[in-house]
């Protein structure tokens, strides 16, 4: 892509945002009231009930905007409220839903034990494959939803060719853009109709907050959504508001340190003896790698890779590395290590992993702003203890040289 993080610096720090009109703080200030008096019946300020909506919030929500290039975005406890509203607000008993096979697992677990009750279904279909995609489409079908990288196998849809596919059916594309944000892929530049991001990872950047958002340039679905919020009672707070609005400023410069530190992680676990494959974006070696450099500015902060011992090789790497921290989340400043199979995509059916490449001995890896030459001191720590079976004596010689 022809654009850089730098480009989205001032908007990131100053976009959507004013100094405080009562106060002239320069921070938004964390309103934490429930309620706002009216001055007359229905003669108010904008506010009445945080429920529906709340100065702090709202800040969030055009910080996010500016960012996206949209309407002030609509913000959310957690990424998986976002989601479940986009669900509630489009869809209806009867609908059909197009998905990505390789997917967020709490995103799998929402369709097959909520949705499933009330009568929408959804095929997971390969969305990398464009006729794939056009052929698992229905007459009943209401929204194509992608998630590009997709978590945890760094699998790329090409937005632009679903988006073609999707409008041609009269069908919305909503992508999950959570792995890179608005500052490495635009989706809606590419044709994507919505864009959803869990603001718990880059976003706010530092593991100190959940939330989601949604943003896109249709105002009657932006009315549809916040109806919809408002009803179900999962807007974000105001303190977790503030928090993301904070680590908001810094989001361009530190996606470039996750990204530079991924780069060099992973080129060096692609040469490593041990491991067997590396999936990252930046790597010529990546089966997508074209695809990439097209639709995204930098390649992230994510990879996962697989051990040539298996799955007991890559548990036994993840309960030894100490810098690196073994936990769920992803896209804060610190290393988080994860085993997707018994964590975040342990609800996900075995036979739908085998299918997409979610293997048992899969690690993610969310590169994080150390030191890249420690964290890779800490990996090579913990790589040293694990045998390969039929391969040892091979192994210990590389690592001498």
């Not at 009568?119 to 997971?124: K, L, N, R, T, Y």
């Not at 989601?212 to 977790?240: F, N, W, Y």
Request: charged share 15%.
């Amino acid at each position: 892509m022809t654009f850089s993080p730098e480009l989205f610096a001032t908007t990131a720090v100053r976009g959507g945002l004013a100094p405080d009109p009562a106060t002239g703080a320069v921070l938004t200030p964390i309103y934490q009231s429930t309620t706002y008096h009216q001055e007359a019946v229905g003669v108010h300020k904008g506010f009445t009930y945080s429920r529906a909506a709340n100065p702090t919030v709202s800040a969030l929500e055009a910080a996010l905007g500016a960012l996206e290039d949209t309407p002030p975005a609509v913000c959310f406890s957690t990424g998986m409220a976002a989601i479940s509203t986009l669900f509630l607000a489009i869809l209806k008993s009867g609908d059909h839903v197009v998905v990505s096979d390789v997917v967020y697992g709490g995103t799998v677990r929402l369709f097959q034990q909520v949705l499933a009750n009330f009568g929408v279904e959804a095929s997971f279909v390969d969305t990398s494959n464009p006729s794939a995609v056009a052929q698992a489409i229905q007459p009943g079908t209401k929204l194509v939803f992608i998630e590009t990288p997709a978590n945890p196998t760094l699998k790329l849809t090409d937005i632009a060719a679903i988006a073609k596919i999707a409008h041609a059916a009269g069908v919305k594309l909503a992508v999950d853009n959570t792995f890179l944000t608005p500052v490495l892929q635009r989706p809606l530049e590419l044709g994507a109709d919505i864009t959803l991001l869990s603001t718990t990872k880059y976003i706010e950047g530092h593991n100190s907050t959940v939330g989601g958002s949604i943003a896109t340039r249709d105002e009657a679905l932006l009315e549809r959504l916040r109806i919809v919020r408002k009803t179900l009672g999962c807007i974000q707070s105001p303190q977790e508001a503030w928090l993301t609005l904070r680590g908001l400023k810094t989001l361009p410069l530190r996606l470039q340190q996750h990204c530079a530190n991924a780069q060099k992680v992973a080129e060096w676990l692609e040469q490593h003896p041990k491991v067997a494959r590396v999936y990252y974006p930046g790597l010529a070696s990546f089966p997508q790698f074209a695809l990439a450099e097209k639709q995204q500015s930098l390649p992230g902060g994510m990879l996962a890779f697989e051990l040539k011992g298996g799955a007991d090789a890559g548990i036994q790497l993840m309960n030894t590395v100490s810098l690196c921290l073994l936990a769920e989340n992803l896209g804060a400043v610190e290393t988080l290590i994860t085993h997707p199979v018994s964590m975040t995509h342990g609800d996900v059916p075995r036979e739908i992993r085998e299918r997409t490449g979610i293997s048992d001995g899969l690690v993610r890896l969310s590169v994080g702003l150390e030191n890249p030459a420690d964290i890779i001191a800490d990996l090579e720590s913990a790589l040293a203890g694990i045998a390969v079976t039929g391969e040892t004596q091979e192994v210990e010689a590389c690592l001498a040289k």
